[in-house]
């Protein structure tokens, strides 16, 4: 069984410019996470899908970060523009359901360096 | 609101000894508790999770837990490290209703000494 896939694996960009992360989930996996690891932080939530729909995006700075699942299946993050702070692992996580009990299978990350 | 606490940022022990690495968490009623484990360059791999069924959680790889409600503590432990165990450990907590939302603790790395 093919495991959670992202990519790219790193980006390095310059401030104020526009990136995108894609997150293909484990297949059949209703719930998909976006975190945000910070260098020797532990992984903080930024969005959760069930399906198609953003059903906690509380912790998502929407100035400058948004979010998509269109049709329940893979999900895009972007930021735009980017900021200095913005520099982190972003992980793509999904599980079968929503119950706080479902193991999260997360994908390798994506390294964005914003300088 | 719920938090965790993993206490010691690094943890370094021989081959061979017993790996003990802590966690405590604070929640209103007993949470899940989750801990998984992050090598290098790599997405998290769950290691083990406490629903409310035995207090001893078994894991892989050798690992176990100890859910301690009247320390609100959630220890992982293994009685032999190897050196393949280096890697970043991470405590979760997701509360029972409501949300779900796992919180995760700050990470501890485990330094495996030959």
């Known amino acids: 069984e093919a495991g959670v896939v992202q990519s790219p694996r790193y980006k390095i960009i310059e401030k104020k410019q526009p990136v995108a992360f894609w997150c293909n989930p484990i297949?059949?996996?209703?719930?998909l996470y976006w975190y945000r690891q910070n260098l020797g932080q532990g992984p903080e939530l930024l969005i959760r899908y069930e399906n198609e729909e953003a059903v906690d995006d509380s912790q998502l700075p929407k100035d400058r970060f948004s979010a998509e699942r269109l049709k329940g299946v893979d999900s895009t993050l972007k930021i735009q523009p980017a900021e200095l702070g913005d520099s982190a692992v972003y992980l793509c996580?999904?599980?079968?359901?929503?119950?706080?009990?479902?193991?999260?299978?997360f994908g390798p990350g994506t390294r964005l360096t914003v300088l | 609101a719920q938090s965790v606490t993993q206490l010691g940022s690094h943890v370094s022990v021989s081959e061979g000894a017993l790996v003990l690495l802590r966690c405590n968490y604070s929640s209103s009623v007993p949470p899940y508790l989750f801990w998984y484990v992050q090598y290098p360059n790599q997405g998290l791999q769950l290691l083990l999770k406490y629903t409310s069924a035995a207090t001893l959680v078994k894991g892989i790889n050798g690992f176990e837990a100890e859910f301690k409600k009247s320390e609100t503590s959630f220890h992982l432990t293994k009685p032999s490290a190897h050196m393949s165990d280096a890697a970043e450990y991470f405590c979760?907590?997701?509360?029972?209703?409501?949300?779900?939302?796992?919180?995760f603790g700050t990470g501890t790395r485990l330094k495996v000494l030959a």
């Open positions: 996580a999904s599980s079968l359901g929503l119950a706080g009990f479902d193991e999260q299978f």
């Open positions: 979760a907590v997701s509360e029972t209703s409501g949300t779900y939302k796992y919180i």
């Open positions: 297949s059949g996996h209703n719930t």
